[in-house]
């Protein structure tokens, strides 16, 4: 069982560079969300999906977009990467709100 | 606004049973009690969660105040591989979870 599978593991970017963010789930939950989790700190919501085709902000948002063409996949894209984006992102998904959530391994970026 | 209040940090031996604090006295009618836990260097790892009644699952137990203001989760038997961050989290709806800093629960053998 795969589950949510974050690619990569470690990227280094410079400053002003853009990446994307690869997730994808096999176990065709409808939900998705994207976090971002600072050293000694609680994950906080970028983004987040009910279902293909629907995106919406979480508090985090600001420069950072998502696209969910598919149930599967809900890859998170980083435009003109800043030293503030450096952080541990991590990639979820769940059937329902208010239900079991599934976390992916995370994805380590350090933009310098 | 992480909406729920636990303690920094809290230490146990092994194979003792252990409880988890969490206040949410502000918590609403319809929303869930989550507990998820982060071991190192990886996601976080559901536990439990529940709404009024106590729930226990192959993990834990989680007992719910009458009242919804607080909340217990119980490892029945800790072993160092319980050793993480746990983190208690109110509601759970569309815009998904919001988590505070958590509770680094040490294990000592």
């Known amino acids: 069982n795969a589950g949510v599978t974050q690619t990569p593991k470690f990227r280094i970017l410079k400053i002003g560079q853009s990446m994307t963010l690869q997730c994808t789930q096999d176990m065709n939950h409808n939900y998705m969300y994207w976090y971002r989790q600072d050293p000694g700190m609680g994950l906080k919501l970028i983004y987040y999906?009910?279902?293909?085709?629907?995106?919406d902000k979480g508090e985090v948002p600001n420069g950072y977009n998502v696209s969910r063409s598919t149930t599967e996949d809900f890859p998170l894209r980083l435009e003109l990467a800043a030293p503030s984006q450096t952080s541990v992102y991590f990639c979820?998904?769940?059937?329902?709100?208010?239900?079991?959530?599934?976390f992916g391994q995370g994805t380590r970026l350090t933009v310098v | 606004d992480a909406k729920t209040t636990q303690p920094n940090s809290m230490e146990s031996n092994e194979e003792e049973p252990v409880h988890l604090p969490c206040n949410h006295s502000t918590i609403s009618g319809t929303d869930y009690i989550h507990w998820y836990r982060q071991l190192p260097s990886q996601g976080p790892e559901y536990v439990i969660h529940?709404?009024?009644s106590n729930v226990n699952n192959r993990m834990a137990s989680l007992a719910i105040a009458e009242d919804r203001k607080s909340s217990t989760l119980i490892l029945h038997r800790a072993t160092l591989r319980d050793a993480a961050v746990y983190y208690c989290i109110r509601g759970g709806g569309a815009d998904g979870l919001t988590f505070g800093k958590g509770t680094h629960l040490i294990i000592q053998p």
């Open positions: 529940g709404l009024t």
């Open positions: 979820a998904s769940s059937w329902f709100m208010n239900t079991e959530a599934f």
């Open positions: 999906s009910v279902g293909a085709g629907i995106t």
